[in-house]
C-alpha cells in the first residue's frame, strides 16, 4: 500500500512539477508578446505622444496595474516633466508635474538608471509610504527609460492591490524601458535635426531671396555702365556684369539641388520632345540639330534643368562656332538612349568621370563644370537611368563631347 501511495505522490507532484513549467512557459510567451508589441509600438508611431500613449497603455493592460505616469528629462537634465499619464489623481499632477532630479526616487532612477520597486515585500520610508498614499495605490514600480547610455525619463506605473513584482516581471519591465528609451531618444534627435533643417532652409531661403535681389540690381547697373562708357573701359563692365550672371547661375543650381532633396519623388509621363524643344528655344543664338519626334518618358519637371546645363556648358565653352546635335534612340526594351553632343572642345580622358560629381572643376581649358553636371547626373539617377560622357569622334577627345544618359519610356509606348 505504501508503495502504491508514494507512486502517487511522485505523480501528483510531477504533474504539480508539469503544470508550473507551463504556466511559467506561457508567462514568458506572454512577456514576449508584449515586448514585440512594445518594439512595434516604437518603431511605427509617427509621433512621440503617440508611441508613449500606446505603450503605456499597453503595459498596463498586459500586467494588471492601474495607473502610470511617463516623465521627461529635460535637456539641462535638471528636472523631469510628465509628458503622458493614465489615471492618476489630478491633483498629484498639479502638484508634482515637474520633479527635480535631485529627489527621490528620481535621482536613483533618472541619474544612476537603477530601477526602484515599492511593494508588500520592500520595506517602505515615510516618502514612499505618502507617495503611495497620494496615488491611492499599494505598489509601485519606477523604471529609467534608457538609450544606450543616455537616460531620457522614467515611467511609474503602480497597482492598487497588494502586490509583489516578480524577478520576470522585473526583467520584462526594464526591457520596455530600454526600448521605449531608444524610441524616444530616436524621435528626439529627429526632431532636432528637422529643427536644424528648418532653421537652415530659413537661412538660405532668405540668403538666396536677398543676393538675387543685389544681383538683378547690380546687372542693371552693369547694363547702364555698358552704354555710358568707351569700349575699353566698357570690357571691365561686361566681365562685371558675367561675374553677376555667374553668380545667379550659381543661385540658381542651389535652388535645384534643394528641390532635388526637398521634394519628394513623384515621376509620371513626360513630353520628352515638348521639354528639348522648350530648351533649345531658351538658346536662340546656338546652332542646335533636332529631329523631333513623339517620345514619352517617366520624369517630372525638372528634367529640363538636365537639357539647361548640357546645353548651356555647350554653348559657354563650345566657342562660336559650336555645332550641337540632339539624338533619340532605341536603346533596349522600354529605355531610351539621349545623346547631346557638340564640336567644342570635348572632355579629356581623366576628367570623363569627375566632371559629374559636386564642385569638381574642369582642370584644362574649355571645360569648367561645377554643380551642374552633378545635378544632371542626380536627375537622371532620380528617373532610373544612367549618364556618361564620350569622345564625339571616337578616340579624339579635342573633336567634341557626347553627353549619354538614359531614360524610361512611359509605359504606354512600349506596351
Not at 137 to 145: E, G, K, M, R, T
Request: proline share 3%; charged share 25%; net charge negative.
Amino acid at each position: 500500500m505504501n508503495s502504491i501511495v508514494l507512486t502517487r505522490s511522485e505523480a501528483h507532484h510531477r504533474e504539480e512539477r508539469a503544470a508550473t513549467a507551463e504556466e511559467a512557459l506561457r508567462q514568458q510567451n506572454r512577456h514576449l508578446t508584449v515586448l514585440n508589441r512594445i518594439v512595434g509600438i516604437t518603431a511605427a508611431s509617427g509621433s512621440l505622444d503617440a508611441m508613449l500613449t500606446e505603450a503605456l497603455e499597453r503595459v498596463l493592460t498586459h500586467m494588471g496595474l492601474h495607473c502610470g505616469m511617463i516623465y521627461l528629462l529635460d535637456a539641462g537634465q535638471t528636472e523631469a516633466a510628465v509628458r503622458y499619464s493614465l489615471n492618476v489623481p489630478e491633483w498629484y499632477l498639479s502638484r508634482h508635474r515637474v520633479l527635480p532630479v535631485d529627489t527621490w526616487p528620481c535621482h536613483a532612477v533618472l541619474i544612476e538608471q537603477q530601477p526602484h520597486y515599492i511593494g508588500t515585500d520592500t520595506a517602505q520610508s515615510p516618502h514612499e509610504e505618502q507617495i503611495l498614499k497620494e496615488l491611492e495605490i499599494s505598489s509601485l514600480a519606477c523604471i529609467p527609460l534608457i538609450a544606450g547610455s543616455v537616460t531620457v525619463g522614467a515611467i511609474f506605473i503602480g497597482s492598487r492591490e497588494d502586490r509583489i513584482f516578480t524577478d520576470e516581471e522585473k526583467i520584462l519591465l526594464e526591457a520596455i524601458g530600454r526600448e521605449v528609451g531608444s524610441g524616444i531618444h530616436r524621435m528626439q534627435l529627429s526632431q532636432q535635426l528637422e529643427a536644424a533643417n528648418r532653421e537652415a532652409n530659413l537661412y538660405l531661403d532668405i540668403l538666396t531671396h536677398d543676393i538675387r535681389n543685389a544681383l538683378n540690381v547690380s546687372t542693371l547697373y552693369a547694363d547702364l555702365l555698358l552704354d555710358l562708357l568707351d569700349r575699353e573701359q566698357s570690357e571691365y563692365a561686361r566681365k562685371f556684369r558675367a561675374s553677376i550672371y555667374k553668380s545667379i547661375e550659381i543661385l540658381e543650381n542651389v535652388s535645384t539641388i534643394r528641390r532635388i532633396y526637398q521634394e519628394a519623388v513623384s515621376t509620371a509621363s513626360v513630353d520628352l520632345d515638348g521639354i528639348i524643344l522648350e530648351s533649345i528655344a531658351n538658346f536662340p543664338d546656338a546652332a542646335i540639330r533636332y529631329e523631333c519626334g513623339s517620345h514619352r518618358v517617366v520624369a517630372d519637371p525638372l528634367l529640363a534643368e538636365v537639357f539647361a546645363n548640357l546645353l548651356g556648358n555647350a554653348t559657354k565653352f563650345g566657342g562660336p562656332g559650336v555645332t550641337i546635335t540632339i539624338r533619340i534612340e532605341e536603346q533596349m526594351p522600354g529605355m531610351l538612349l539621349v545623346t547631346v553632343e557638340d564640336t567644342g572642345p570635348g572632355v579629356p580622358d581623366d576628367m570623363k568621370e569627375a566632371i559629374f560629381y559636386r564642385f569638381e572643376q574642369g582642370k584644362h581649358a574649355g571645360r569648367g563644370e561645377g554643380l551642374g553636371l552633378y545635378i544632371t547626373k542626380t536627375l537622371v539617377e532620380r528617373y532610373g537611368g544612367e549618364i556618361r560622357v564620350d569622345d564625339r569622334v571616337p578616340g579624339s577627345p579635342a573633336e567634341g563631347a557626347a553627353f549619354r544618359f538614359t531614360l524610361k519610356k512611359h509605359e504606354q509606348e512600349y506596351t
